[in-house]
């Protein structure tokens, strides 16, 4: 019984006993240059807020690298994220060049339904420093999120960088894992009893 034993904890350290989801990081960097309409990477859809005419483009953010701001010029919109499977968590940095006006920075999330879960937010003032905020949110049933900002002069003019999001869902046996399992426990059952 004793080498038996030995032998299920030494399989069980072979084989992984969940499948989890880990989370990703969307930069923005290889979207394209030229305005769109919508985008996917990561199993993530960004869309701009508003009508199926109004596109979304990539721009140099104030931390240096590229970013997502729906819309355009003096007209700014917020930029909307429908994640692929759902997820429990989400984050995103946002922020300006403080252009000339003050504004509140939002992150919202929202269920398959589309009823708000939460919101996050951030004021900005114009005498705050050029500077990225990051704004996240955990709660169960996320399917899409919303950022921008509103207040400010020019609409939603903010720019979004690092979208994370990342399953909260408890981890689920792989059914490979299951099997393997049920067989061990079946050859032990069965050679306890032959003992």
């Known amino acids: 019984m004793q080498r038996f034993a030995v032998l299920l904890a030494a399989v069980a350290m072979l084989f992984p006993a969940t499948s989890t989801v880990l989370g990703a ?10 305005p769109f309409s919508s985008y996917t990477e990561s199993g993530v859809t960004f869309t701009p807020v508003g009508s199926p005419t109004d596109t979304c483009q ?17 007209a700014w919109l917020p ?13 995103v940095d946002l922020g300006d060049f403080s252009g000339g006006d003050s504004e ?12 708000s879960l939460g919101r996050a937010e951030q004021y900005q003032s114009l005498s705050d420093p050029v500077r990225m905020y990051t704004l996240s ?6 399917a899409y999120a919303e950022f921008g900002s509103y207040g400010g002069l020019y609409g939603s003019g903010v720019l979004g960088d690092n979208f994370t999001f990342d399953s909260s869902s408890p981890p689920i046996p792989e059914p490979s894992t299951v099997l393997i399992w049920s067989l061990l426990a079946g050859l032990g059952l069965l050679w306890y009893r032959r003992r």
Do not use: C, H, K, M
Request: proline share 7%; net charge negative.
């Open 25 to 34: 990081v969307i930069d923005f960097e290889s979207f394209p240059s030229t």
């Open 58 to 74: 990539a721009l140099p953010t104030p931390n240096g690298t590229r970013g997502i701001a729906g819309g355009e010029s003096f």
């Open 79 to 91: 930029v909307r994220a429908d994640i692929s499977g759902g997820t429990g968590s989400v984050a």
């Open 104 to 115: 509140t920075l939002y992150l919202e999330v929202f269920n398959q339904a589309g009823q």
């Open 137 to 142: 949110l955990t709660l169960p049933g996320i």
